[in-house]
């Protein structure tokens, strides 16, 4: 290895003062180990350029073993910290700061009027951290002064939806903390509007980055806390057999929330039949997390079904065909009339344990 020299004495190979449009920058050199192998020995020196005193992005340089000048590496960008520890590479956040403050931590809007004004064509920019700022003006709005956003309702749903699917993930998560802010405010009156914003929170909450997947899944609570529960499930209904095993598990958890908020006299209302099927169905679902909530999901159902079980008249039939099927457990005669003898075993199987 050569000897590292730093300062202004321009000997040997080490470093030394370069002048650059008046700009003076320290510069360091230095060297790699040789490389040697049978045929000789090869060398090659790297300057790298340090400091600047203008702020420039530093220079790295290559000499080969001629002389000659290569172009520079590639450097790996600098990370970017959000404020709540996650991190971003520069080339996609650049340098700005973004601070995501909880709902309760919100102040009002001073100029809640003249906000509204230039709201839609700021959600609709461009600039990522222009519409960043638009969104928690949303918030805002949505929170504060939820009646001013009632007539562009949909205009401004649609455009939350579009950042919600922007690839940058500091833009995504105001647009899901946006959602979910929303959800609290107008509650079934987005209802209508509900269904591309729904299939990209069951998609945001089934990718593998973990700084958009929680803040989806909150959002998704939000809506099933939100929202009535007997039309909140006839939207989630179709996305439980999707053939993503995520959505359909993160559909599923939402279906179990909704159902806990229906109580027996709205399942039954609902139809226990319907919701026993779809808990089946989820039994053997290839997720864990689709099995677990299907399971608890399955014992709810059997102890909302023993507090005010369906109508005699519903087992007439199957009594009058087998006088052995009056010997059994209610819930049992429910279970293998309603489904098939694999999907049946499965219920009845989760219920005994639970039991």
């Known amino acids: 290895m050569y000897p590292t020299t730093e300062g202004g004495s321009g000997k040997g190979r080490g470093a030394s003062n370069v002048t650059t449009d008046g700009v003076q920058k320290r510069a360091l050199a230095l060297t790699e180990e040789e490389s040697r192998s049978n045929n000789g020995c090869k060398k090659s020196v790297i300057k790298v350029m340090l400091s600047?005193?203008?702020?420039?992005?530093?220079?790295?340089?290559?000499?080969?073993?001629?002389?000659?000048?290569?172009?520079?590496?590639?450097?790996?960008?600098?990370?970017?910290?959000?404020?709540?520890?996650?991190?971003e590479s520069a080339s996609e956040t650049g340098s700005a700061e973004i601070e995501y403050?909880?709902?309760?931590?919100?102040?009002?809007?001073?100029?809640?009027?003249?906000?509204?004004?230039?709201?839609?064509?700021?959600?609709?920019?461009?600039?990522?951290?222009?519409?960043?700022?638009?969104?928690?003006?949303?918030?805002?709005?949505?929170?504060?002064?939820?009646?001013?956003?009632v007539p562009i309702l949909d205009a401004v749903v649609a455009l939350v939806i579009k950042s919600v699917k922007n690839p940058r993930s500091a833009l995504c998560k105001t647009a899901l903390m946006t959602s979910k802010d929303m959800f609290k405010a107008y509650q079934d009156q987005l209802l209508d509007l509900l269904d591309p914003l729904l299939l990209q929170l069951l998609?945001?909450?089934?990718?593998?980055?973990?700084?958009?997947?929680?803040?989806?899944?909150?959002?998704?609570?939000?809506?099933?806390?939100?929202?009535?529960?007997?039309?909140?499930?006839?939207?989630?209904?179709?996305?439980?057999?999707?053939?993503?095993?995520?959505?359909?598990?993160?559909?599923a958890v939402c279906v179990y929330k909704s159902v806990s908020r229906l109580g027996v006299d709205g399942i039954k209302q609902y139809g226990m039949e319907l919701l026993i099927q779809l808990a089946a169905a989820q039994l053997n679902d290839r997720l864990p997390e689709a099995r677990e909530v299907a399971r608890k999901l399955v014992v709810d159902l059997c102890s909302a079904y023993h507090k005010c079980p369906p109508d005699a008249q519903s087992m007439t039939d199957f009594e009058a065909a087998d006088l052995d099927f009056k010997q059994q457990d209610p819930w049992e005669q429910f279970c293998l009339s309603k489904l098939s003898p694999i999907m049946a075993q499965a219920v009845l199987r989760v219920t005994c344990i639970a039991t």
């Open 52 to 87: 600047s005193s203008s702020g420039e992005t530093p220079e790295v340089s290559r000499r080969d073993t001629n002389g000659h000048v290569q172009p520079p590496p590639l450097l790996d960008p600098s990370p970017f910290h959000e404020s709540n520890g996650e991190s």
């Open 101 to 149: 403050v909880v709902s309760e931590d919100l102040k009002d809007l001073a100029d809640a009027d003249v906000q509204l004004t230039t709201l839609l064509e700021r959600l609709d920019s461009k600039e990522w951290l222009v519409v960043s700022e638009a969104l928690t003006h949303t918030r805002q709005l949505s929170i504060f002064h939820s009646e001013l956003l």
């Open 203 to 251: 998609l945001k909450a089934s990718q593998d980055k973990r700084f958009v997947c929680e803040e989806a899944e909150r959002t998704l609570i939000g809506m099933t806390t939100s929202i009535s529960p007997q039309p909140m499930l006839q939207k989630l209904q179709p996305y439980v057999s999707h053939r993503n095993p995520r959505v359909r598990a993160k559909a």
